[in-house]
């Protein structure tokens, strides 16, 4: 008699009741069964966040940017992303939070909120676009583009990772001179010290508390993969996370998909870099094929059969030898030409043949649509918006789809900028407030008292756009009517200051009454309009 025994996915026999379950299909739900065709040898590991993902972060890494390198698709899907998100300037927009710093002081009101954010994003443009490029630790960027190329890394290796450093000799230049600058570090190069493998308190080159919180990070001074870096590349520098009282040093950015998480396993395209794998190498070989189809545009067929050959081989000298030595002299004085548009002479025997042009397959345009489908869904963008085939696409259609997509890259805009962007701001302000006359009541508390008050900001992106400006914009101006939004809403949507919307207003006005030019309607009434009609 054949005893048979049920294990469970580590190899041990199951208890007599859960034999029992099983034997009987009565798991409570289908996702738990074992013995079913579907669930059968699907038996996943069960890891904790870092210990699943951290051994293979380098490899997942790896294939990504090898992909994004010399995938047309995935190239401009991050490109979408990363103009729909940062976009040619990332503007800062300072909210300081006046009513909690009104319990110091009453005067921290809306207008002194209004002077401060213009004074406060003065200096910053004055930073972060100087021509000598000093918020850069490289000197080769300004700070817009110092947030693009973060944000690429995010999205490709899942981190952004970035040191703040001091220099005074960098404030030497005068007014708009900082000593706070930026070095963007490549992510492969935060890992533990000596390749060790990670422990309670240091992940992927984390060091972290026992509440999970990062104290410092293990930095390479050079890149593992440089080999004109010599002894640097195995030397590292701890980098604590922050100064003793509060200011950022280390800004490192990522998303987590579970809580504990030390650091990204990789960017958005890690479900289904295997997906476009297999697209890239199917179009290659489509393409392969085509070429061949217009390389070989016709061939020759000779009379030779089975039996002609094996009489070959006996006689060699009457057989096919004989026979092909003939077909190459007669086409040695007869060149065939097809493109020359000749009509050619063949040799007795033979007959031309055209292959039928079959490519691309019937099925590579619906396979390479479900595979970038899927691919769009993982990037959080439209199809339209990853293939840029529009072609197919209504209005109704298209503006549901980029409402929708507008929802994921509205989030990613505030991640990245809580995230990334703020904390470099708030460094640079405590050294603006402590060197710059900004406005500042009495009693105003210290900057490292209320970080959050000062530093509270927003950041304003490329614009939303419309599908269609007339009806969007009427709609618009209804929501602003009835009070569900304001314009500075609607101008944030659209990547616009809305003070300085107002002030170029302004100016058009006056430009318009100084050359006694009729004011557009457009434009609205005139202030002298306004002080006429107060006269009734």
């Known amino acids: 008699m054949v005893e048979v025994r049920l294990l469970d996915q580590h190899g041990n026999a199951l208890p007599p009741a859960r034999r029992r379950a099983m034997a009987g299909n009565a798991t409570p739900f289908d996702a738990a069964e074992f013995a079913s065709r579907e669930m059968e040898g699907f038996n996943p590991h069960l890891g904790s966040p870092d210990g699943e993902s951290l051994p293979y972060r380098d490899t997942i890494v790896s294939r990504i940017r090898d992909v994004v390198r010399n995938d047309g698709w995935a190239s401009g899907g991050v490109t979408r992303i990363v103009d729909s998100v940062i976009g040619a300037d990332l503007r800062l927009a300072s909210k300081p939070d006046y009513r909690s710093l009104a319990f110091y002081d009453r005067r921290f009101d809306a207008v002194w909120g209004q002077e401060f954010s213009r004074a406060v994003e003065a200096l910053w443009r004055d930073f972060s676009n100087n021509p000598g490029r000093w918020c850069d630790a490289a000197r080769q960027n300004s700070m817009s583009q110092i947030f693009r190329l973060a944000f690429r890394h995010k999205l490709i290796e899942g981190d952004a990772l970035a040191v703040l450093r001091w220099d005074d000799r960098r404030r030497a230049g005068g007014r708009g001179h900082f000593a706070t600058y930026v070095q963007l570090v490549d992510p492969d190069r935060l890992s533990n010290p000596y390749r060790q493998p990670d422990t309670e308190t240091l992940r992927g080159g984390v060091e972290i508390d026992i509440d999970g919180a990062a104290q410092a990070y293990h930095i390479r001074k050079g890149h593992p993969g440089d080999w004109y870096a010599g002894s640097r590349k195995y030397e590292w520098e701890r980098v604590p996370r922050e100064t003793d009282w509060g200011r950022a040093i280390v800004v490192h950015d990522f998303d987590a998909d579970r809580a504990g998480q030390t650091r990204s396993v990789g960017g958005i395209f890690t479900p289904v870099i295997a997906r476009l794998k297999m697209l890239t190498r199917y179009d290659a070989t489509e393409l392969q094929s085509a070429i061949i189809n217009a390389v070989f545009a016709a061939f020759i067929e000779s009379p030779f059969d089975n039996v002609d050959i094996e009489a070959a081989l006996i006689d060699d000298e009457n057989g096919m030898s004989a026979y092909q030595r003939g077909r190459a002299e007669f086409h040695g004085a007869n060149r065939i030409s097809v493109n020359g548009a ?35 869904s993982a990037a959080g963008l439209s199809l339209e918006q990853f293939t840029q085939d529009w072609s197919k696409t209504n209005y109704s259609s298209a503006r549901g789809a980029l409402l929708e997509v507008w929802k994921t890259l509205s989030r990613r805009r505030y991640d990245f900028g809580h995230g990334f962007c703020t904390p470099i701001y708030a460094a640079w302000l405590e050294e603006a407030i402590e060197n710059e006359r900004l406005p500042m009541p ?49 101008c944030e949507e659209q990547g616009v200051d809305w003070l300085e919307n107002l002030d170029q207003r302004a100016l058009e006005l006056k430009e318009f009454e100084l050359r006694k030019l009729p004011v557009p309607q457009w434009l609205g009434p005139s202030p002298q309009s306004y002080a006429q009609n107060d006269r009734f």
């Open 342 to 376: 000749r009509i050619p002479r063949l040799f007795p025997g033979e007959k031309i043949n055209f292959p039928p042009a079959s490519r691309p397959s019937s099925n590579f345009e619906a396979f390479e649509s479900a595979v970038l489908r899927n691919v769009a």
């Open 442 to 490: 009495r009693n105003a508390p210290d900057y490292i008292i209320e970080r959050a008050a000062y530093a509270r900001c927003k950041w304003i992106g490329p614009a939303r756009g419309w599908v269609d400006p007339v009806k969007e914009r009427d709609g618009a101006i209804i929501g602003m009517t009835a009070g569900l939004s304001t314009l500075e809403q609607e």
